[in-house]
């Protein structure tokens, strides 16, 4: 349930009701909106009707079930596009983020001169993996520690804010001491204790869509986070698994603008892991900001052919520079600022 209050409800007033709702059970969230504000009563369905009773309290204008499964998330409680915050970089209602670097942190040499040359071209934040979730366990792992202090210390030089994946909700306390921005990875989507963790953190969230997760189980994965309390959340579309074998995953485009009119929260792209292929990044960064992306997140490593993870979908740093020069017309066409 949403309860909507006056415009001009004191500041007892909305106290008095957060209490009461309290009293039944239910967390409170409050919505903070452009013209109003709104308070989501969050818990058990049952017993919403003691609920409804609250709208001939002083101070509230309406009492509204929501009707979306995903409650927190949907554009029935926050009718404007949320702006989120990566270490001072806003994120959505125009404001374009563009992550951007290697797929796996390798080295400190490896991260500075990508960390440096992105930030050259126009990225607003950077990206790279210390804690890798790989198909195969004798596949390179990560740094772990060590490359969430290599990102930081890249983030100390060059300034870019940076989004690392954490994998184990053990792990969310330490990744979050380091990282501005919390990656769940397409494999993690549903792994309700890391969800439910990353809830009670701090720090802003990137969840990856799964490759086999429906647009109504991804928003339901998002509420997970949003429910615990931590509403800065950014979803981040990266292609899913079809019969079509030629790209590594297939780009589901249409999930930006349905996930737009669902929920208020910022949708990128990830053209990289969509495509697979590096030359197919470039092609598909233009139709995402053209279909109303908050952002893209790109692979960009200064030696592709000998990265550890993810080379072929990789872009050399000069073919990142190119893409972004071709990316701005679409970002002027779709009012968004990078
Ligand atoms: C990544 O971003 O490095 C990654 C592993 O992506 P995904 O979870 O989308 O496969
Ligand atoms: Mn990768």
């Known amino acids: 349930m949403i309860i909507v209050m006056k415009a001009d409800a004191t500041a007892e007033e909305i106290e008095k009701v957060e209490e009461k709702i309290r009293s039944y059970g239910y967390s409170v969230r409050e919505i903070v909106g452009v013209e109003r504000k709104v308070i989501g009563a969050v818990g058990d369905e049952r017993g919403k009707e003691r609920l409804q009773a609250l709208e001939s309290w002083a101070g509230v204008e309406e009492v509204i079930p929501i009707l979306k499964p995903y409650k927190l998330a949907s554009r029935e409680v926050k009718p404007d596009p949320s702006v989120i915050e990566i270490g001072g970089v806003p994120v959505g ?27 050259e071209s126009g990225a607003n934040m950077m990206r790279g993996g210390a804690y890798k979730p790989r198909t195969s366990p004798y596949s390179f792992q990560g740094m772990e520690e060590e490359g969430l202090k290599i990102l930081s210390a890249a983030k100390e030089e060059f300034g870019l804010p940076y989004a690392t994946e954490v994998m184990n909700p053990k792990e969310v306390e330490l990744v979050e001491r380091y990282a501005d921005c919390l990656q769940v990875g397409a494999r993690n989507v549903q792994n309700f204790s890391l969800l439910k963790e990353l809830g009670k953190c701090n720090k802003p969230v990137l969840l990856k869509r799964g490759m086999a997760t429906t647009i109504k189980e991804f928003l339901m994965s998002a509420e997970y986070i949003l429910s615990e309390g931590n509403s800065r959340v950014i979803l981040c579309e990266r292609g899913i698994r079809t019969f079509e074998t030629i790209t590594r995953n297939t780009l589901d485009l249409c999930a930006v603008p349905v996930l737009k009119k669902e929920t ?56 990142f520079k190119a893409l972004v020069e071709n990316i701005r017309p679409f970002l002027k066409l779709m009012g968004q600022t990078l």
């Open 93 to 119: 209602g125009g404001h374009f983020a563009l992550f951007a670097g290697p797929c796996s942190v390798e080295s400190k040499d490896q991260m500075f001169a990508t960390a440096k040359t992105v930030k």
């Open 264 to 319: 208020h929260l910022p949708v990128i792209i990830d053209p990289s892991h969509a495509t697979g292929h590096w030359d197919l990044v470039e092609s598909m960064s233009r139709a995402a900001v053209a279909a109303g992306a908050d952002g893209l997140m790109i692979e960009v490593h200064p030696d592709p052919a000998n990265a550890y993870s993810d080379g072929p979908q990789s872009l050399k740093p000069e073919k």
